[in-house]
């Protein structure tokens, strides 16, 4: 079975933009979770859905959304891109409560 | 709150030696713990979790890890490094709020010299 894959792999943004990345769940997950990645550190929590709900919000600003779709895979959103978004961003599945399970993330890089 | 601290960025361990990957946590109640490896330009791979029951967990390629509740520890171990096991180490804590988001650690870098 496939792994949980994301979408692009690298991405390089300006400051102000926005971005969109995209991730596809192990069949049968049906949670989602996204995790943002700064060199030299371990992944933090930004998000994470559940049957399309939103389960679980870190601690970011308002300028990063999320959504699940009924295909269960999941988009993030992050608006007026800063230098300090650059970043690696992880998605991980889960079946139900059991172990998350990664992706290779994307690669965000703001110049 | 709940956190995990790895108190060493570097490890460093010859071939065929043991290897200890030492993890604390700060959690109220019983935790969930996990550790995950994460090798260049990859995501995270899973590799071993406690929720309860015996306090040595036995996961993938060979690695363990000892639950110990009155030190607080969690520690990843290996009888016998290998070259290929250099990577980057994450414990991780659940969230006991009821998500299932993780708290991870900052990490502890493995390098396993032939």
């Known amino acids: 079975d496939a792994g949980v894959t994301q979408s692009p792999t690298h991405l390089i943004k300006t400051r102000g933009q926005h971005v969109t990345l995209r991730c596809s769940p192990i069949?049968?997950?049906?949670?989602v979770s996204w995790y943002q990645q700064v060199l030299g550190q371990g992944p933090q929590f930004i998000f994470q859905?559940?049957?399309?709900?939103?389960?679980g919000r870190g601690n970011f600003p308002d300028r990063f959304s999320a959504r699940q779709f009924p295909n269960y895979s999941s988009e993030l959103n992050v608006n007026a891109l800063l230098l300090g978004d650059s970043a690696l961003y992880l998605c991980?599945?889960?079946?139900?409560?059991?172990?998350?399970?990664f992706g290779d993330g994307t690669r965000l890089s703001i110049l | 709150a709940q956190s995990v601290a790895q108190p060493e960025d570097q490890v460093n361990v010859a071939e065929g030696n043991p290897l200890t990957v030492k993890c604390t946590y700060s959690?109220?109640?019983?935790?969930?713990l996990f550790w995950y490896v994460q090798y260049p330009n990859r995501g995270l791979q899973f590799l071993l979790k406690?929720?309860?029951?015996?306090?040595l967990v036995k996961g993938s390629y060979g690695f363990e890890a000892e639950f110990n509740k009155s030190q607080t520890s969690f520690h990843l171990k290996k009888p016998s490094a290998l070259v290929s096991d250099s990577a980057l180490y994450f414990c991780?804590?659940?969230?006991?709020?009821?998500?299932?988001?993780?708290?991870f650690g900052t990490g502890t870098r493995l390098t396993v010299i032939p």
């Open positions: 991780a804590v659940r969230d006991i709020t009821g998500a299932n988001n993780l708290f």
């Open positions: 959690v109220s109640g019983n935790p969930y």
């Open positions: 991980a599945s889960s079946l139900g409560d059991r172990a998350q399970h």
């Open positions: 069949s049968g997950h049906k949670s």
């Open positions: 859905y559940y049957e399309k709900e939103e389960r």
């Open positions: 406690y929720i309860t029951g015996d306090n």
